[in-house]
C-alpha cells in the first residue's frame, strides 16, 4: 500500500499546524519504544563516540537528521499515512540479523540492524511515499555507527605505498620495512592516525549532506558522494609526503610531533573547500514552487488512525522477537570448559624449554596463557596459546584487543598479513602470515584459530561458531595459537622450523581443542 495526497484545504492540524498528527505521534512512539528495548546497543554506540576522536560526530547525526525531516514538513503534510505491513518482514530479518550478531558479539553490526530499524519501523507504520520523501535524512542515520577501523590497515599501506614513490620520485632515497621508511634525514612510520580514516569518514558524512542539500539529480549527488571518497585519501597521501618533506627540509625540527597532526587538519579543511567550492558550480537550486504546491493541497493526517496504531504495535511486537530469544539464549548456563590444551614437553625431535619467547602477542581478556620455546639441535620456535574457556564481549578469541602488535609496541608490523596454505604431510593446513620487527630482529609468525575442533584462519567463521554454539547451548571454548620464529634475510629461513614443529604439534593440538565439540 502507499500514501496518497489529501485534498482537503484549510485545517491546522497538519505536520505544518500548532499541532503534531497523531498519526505522527504514534510513529514516533513506536520508534521510541523500540530505543528503550535496543538501549543497551545504542548506549554502545554513545560508549565509542565519547572515547574515540574518530567518531564523535556520532553525537550530530540525529539532529541534523531530525533538522532534515523538520525542513520537509510542508511535503509531508500533504501525504496521508497508510500503513505498509510489508515492512514487518525486513524488520522481523533485522531482529534476527540482531540476535545473531549479538550471539557473535559482532557490536557494529547489532548497531547497524538498531539503527536501520528506524527507516523500516517508519515505513511500517507511515507507508511508502513518507519514507520514500525521507529516504536521505533516515539513510543519513547509518552515518551514526562507529566503524571504519576495519579499513585502517589498507589505508596505512596505501598511504605508506603513496609516500615512498613520491619521495623516490623526488630523487630521495628511500628503505622501507613495512610501514616503516627511513630516508637519510630521519625514520619515520606511518601508525594509525596517519592513516586517513579521520579525513575519510569526515569527508564521506559532509559530502554525503552537502550533496543532498546541493543537488537534485542522483547522479551527481552520487558523483559527488564518490569523490568525498576518493579526494581525502588521495590528499592524505599528499599530506603524509609533504610532513615528510617538511621535516626533512627542515633537519627533522618541523613536522615531527604533534605540530605535524595540526598541519595535516588545515591541510584537509583546505582541500574540503576546495572540494565543495568546485562542487557548488554544478549545484541545483531546490524548486520551492513544488513545496509550495503541497502545502497548499495539504489536509491534516488524522488525528488517530486505527491502521496506524495497528502498525505500530505489530511493529514494536515483531521488533521484540530478537530481545527475548536473546534473554533466553545467553542467560542459560553455560558451563566453562577449563580443560586446556596440554602441549607436550617433546614433539620429535623438538624439545619444550619454558623460557619466555621474548616476543608476545597481546590479547584481551583474561585468557589461560601458555607461552614456551620449542628447540632442536638447530632453530627455536616460539609457541604462544591463548586459551579462552568462555567467550564474552571484550574478552574473546576475535577482538580489537587481540593483536599481534599494539601502537605503543617496542615491536611493529611489517607488511599486511597474507594467508597461506601449508602442504602438510597430513594435507593443506591454512595460516595468517606475518612479519614483526623488533630489537634488531625479524620474526615470521604464524597464527590459527581453534574452535570446536576446527581450525580456521578466518575470525568471520569464528563469530559464526560462536553464534550457532550460543544457540545450541554448547560450548564456546576455543584457541589462538601463534608459532614464530627469527630469521636474517629469508623468510624461508623461518618457514622450514615453523612447518616442522607445527606438523610435530598438529595430533596434540587437535586432541586437546576437540572435547569442547564433544560437550
Not at 594509525?192 to 559530502?207: D, F, K, Q
Not at 607436550?344 to 623438538?350: I, V
Not at 620455546?373 to 574473546?396: C, D, F, K, M, W
Not at 554448547?474 to 623461518?494: K, Y
Amino acid at each position: 500500500m502507499s500514501a496518497v495526497l489529501d485534498q482537503g484545504v484549510g485545517q491546522k492540524t497538519g505536520i505544518t499546524g500548532k499541532r503534531l498528527p497523531g498519526a505522527w505521534w504514534l510513529a514516533i512512539a513506536a520508534i521510541g519504544a523500540i530505543a528503550v528495548v535496543y538501549s543497551g546497543t545504542l548506549a554502545s554506540m554513545v560508549a565509542v563516540w565519547t572515547s574515540s576522536d574518530t567518531f564523535l560526530h556520532g553525537f550530530l547525526i540525529a539532529p541534523i537528521s531530525a533538522y532534515l525531516i523538520w525542513q520537509r514538513r510542508a511535503e509531508l503534510a500533504a501525504l496521508r499515512p497508510q500503513p505498509n505491513l510489508l515492512g514487518l518482514l525486513p524488520l522481523a530479518a533485522l531482529g534476527v540479523f540482531w540476535l545473531l550478531a549479538t550471539l557473535a558479539d559482532v557490536h557494529v553490526a547489532r548497531q547497524y540492524a538498531v539503527v536501520a530499524m528506524v527507516p523500516t519501523v517508519l515505513w511500517t507504520v507511515m507507508g511508502n511515499r513518507i519514507t520514500a520523501a525521507l529516504a536521505f535524512p533516515l539513510g543519513f542515520l547509518l552515518f551514526s555507527v562507529p566503524f571504519g577501523d576495519i579499513f585502517i590497515p589498507a589505508l596505512i599501506d596505501l598511504t605508506a605505498d603513496a609516500t615512498v614513490w613520491a619521495l623516490q620520485l623526488s630523487g630521495i632515497p628511500v628503505f622501507r620495512e613495512g610501514s616503516t621508511f627511513a630516508i637519510p634525514s630521519g625514520h619515520w612510520s606511518v601508525v594509525e592516525a596517519c592513516s586517513g580514516i579521520r579525513y575519510l569518514i569526515a569527508s564521506m558524512t559532509l559530502g554525503s549532506l552537502y550533496a543532498y542539500l546541493t543537488y537534485r539529480s542522483p547522479w551527481r549527488r552520487l558523483t559527488f558522494f564518490a569523490l568525498s571518497i576518493l579526494v581525502p585519501i588521495a590528499a592524505n597521501s599528499a599530506r603524509a609526503f609533504l610532513i615528510v618533506m617538511i621535516g626533512h627540509l627542515s633537519d627533522m625540527r618541523l613536522a615531527v610531533g604533534v605540530d605535524h597532526l595540526i598541519y595535516g587538519w588545515i591541510f584537509f579543511g583546505v582541500v574540503m573547500l576546495l572540494l565543495f567550492w568546485i562542487g557548488a558550480i554544478w549545484r541545483e537550486d531546490h524548486d520551492e514552487r513544488e513545496d509550495m504546491h503541497l502545502a497548499r493541497s495539504h489536509a491534516a493526517a488524522p488525528a488517530f488512525s486505527l491502521p496506524v496504531a495497528g502498525a505500530a504495535i505489530a511493529a514494536l511486537a515483531v521488533a521484540l522477537i530478537g530481545p527475548v530469544w536473546a534473554q533466553i539464549v545467553l542467560h542459560r548456563a553455560e558451563t566453562a570448559d577449563l580443560r586446556n590444551i596440554a602441549l607436550p614437553q617433546h614433539a620429535g625431535s623438538w624439545r619444550r624449554d619454558d623460557s619466555h619467547p621474548g616476543w608476545a602477542p597481546h590479547y584481551a581478556g583474561n585468557p589461560a596463557i601458555q607461552q614456551y620455546v620449542y628447540r632442536n639441535a638447530e632453530r627455536a620456535v616460539g609457541l604462544h596459546l591463548a586459551y579462552y574457556a568462555t567467550q564474552a564481549p571484550g574478552s574473546g578469541l576475535v577482538g580489537y584487543g587481540n593483536a599481534l602488535v599494539t601502537e605503543n609496541d617496542p615491536f611493529r608490523a611489517g607488511a599486511p598479513e597474507i594467508s597461506r596454505t601449508l602442504p602438510l604431510k597430513d594435507g593443506p593446513f591454512s595460516i595468517r602470515q606475518a612479519v614483526i620487527y623488533g630489537h634488531g630482529a625479524r620474526i615470521l609468525v604464524w597464527r590459527w584459530y581453534l574452535m570446536g575442533g576446527t581450525h580456521t584462519v578466518s575470525p568471520y567463521v569464528i563469530k559464526a561458531k560462536l553464534a550457532w554454539n550460543r544457540l545450541l547451548g554448547r560450548s564456546t571454548a576455543g584457541a589462538q595459537i601463534v608459532l614464530a620464529a627469527e630469521f636474517h634475510d629469508d623468510e624461508d629461513e623461518a618457514s622450514l622450523p615453523l612447518t616442522l614443529l607445527l606438523e610435530q604439534l598438529i595430533p596434540f593440538i587437535q586432541q586437546g581443542g576437540s572435547h569442547a565439540q564433544r560437550d
